[in-house]
């Protein structure tokens, strides 16, 4: 089936750090892709949607400035925390799909981001 | 916008007890619903999905889910569960052209 990989899996560092996490279809054209935020017992929160070669579109609240997408080709977008505080550690996840949307999404391991 | 409501947080079941996890969800449209199992420390995979046609779906291991369009329900069943179902199930819905929309989650925990 479909895979995505997300790397890193697990980033720790030091207050005012940006952090890029790299989200990769492997094996089919991710049309769209999406970065959700899940809190610890919680559910995925959408951050933002990106199609390739075009900017995001970011959900409300959700600074653009801070977390930065590029969907810069149809296998790989990433994000970037810049300037990260502890109030940006969370689970991040991918996620990505082809051109129609009645096909599933697929998810990526997620990244765990800890900010000290 | 879509908005989806799981009714239970965690749920603990003795093997080879049968299951059903709620799932309701708000939107007036056409709507397709997931599934999703997250087994502890993996990525989120697809249980089923419905888009049209047989509101039963059936999926993998076992699973099965009924859509009720009058209740605007989608509720998860297996008839006998395992150990190794024990996971973190999340119910999403999306209508054409948008993302993902994903309920709280309800944690299954099956005992021996």
Redesign the interface.
């Known amino acids: 089936g479909a895979v995505?990989s997300q790397h890193p899996s697990r980033v720790i560092c030091k207050s005012g750090t940006s952090v890029k996490i790299e989200c990769r279809s492997l094996d089919f054209q991710a049309t769209?892709m999406?970065w959700?935020r899940q809190f610890p017992k919680?559910?995925?929160m959408?951050m933002a949607?990106s199609n390739e070669g075009s900017k995001a579109t970011y959900e409300q609240g959700v600074e653009k400035d801070k977390f930065l997408i590029n969907h810069a080709s149809l296998t790989l977008s990433t994000l970037t925390v810049t300037s990260a505080h502890p109030e940006d550690s969370s689970f991040y996840?991918c996620?990505a799909r082809g051109q129609y949307?009645?096909q599933?999404?697929?998810?990526?391991?997620?990244t765990r981001l800890s900010i000290l | 916008a879509q908005s989806v409501s799981q009714h239970n947080h965690h749920v603990i079941l003795s093997e080879a007890a049968s299951l059903e996890l709620g799932c309701n969800y708000s939107y007036g449209g056409t709507v397709n619903l997931f599934w999703y199992v997250q087994y502890p420390g993996q990525h989120l995979q697809l249980l089923l999905k419905y888009f049209s046609g047989d509101p039963l779906v059936k999926g993998i291991k076992g699973f099965e889910a009924e859509f009720i369009k009058s209740k605007f329900s989608f509720n998860l069943r297996k008839p006998s569960v395992q150990w190794s179902d024990t996971a973190e199930y999340f119910c999403a819905v999306n209508a054409r052209n948008t993302p993902l929309v994903f309920g709280k989650g309800t944690r299954l925990s099956v005992i021996a």
């Open positions: 995505v769209t999406f959700y919680q559910s995925l959408l949607t996840i996620s949307s009645n599933p999404q697929h998810f990526g391991d997620g």
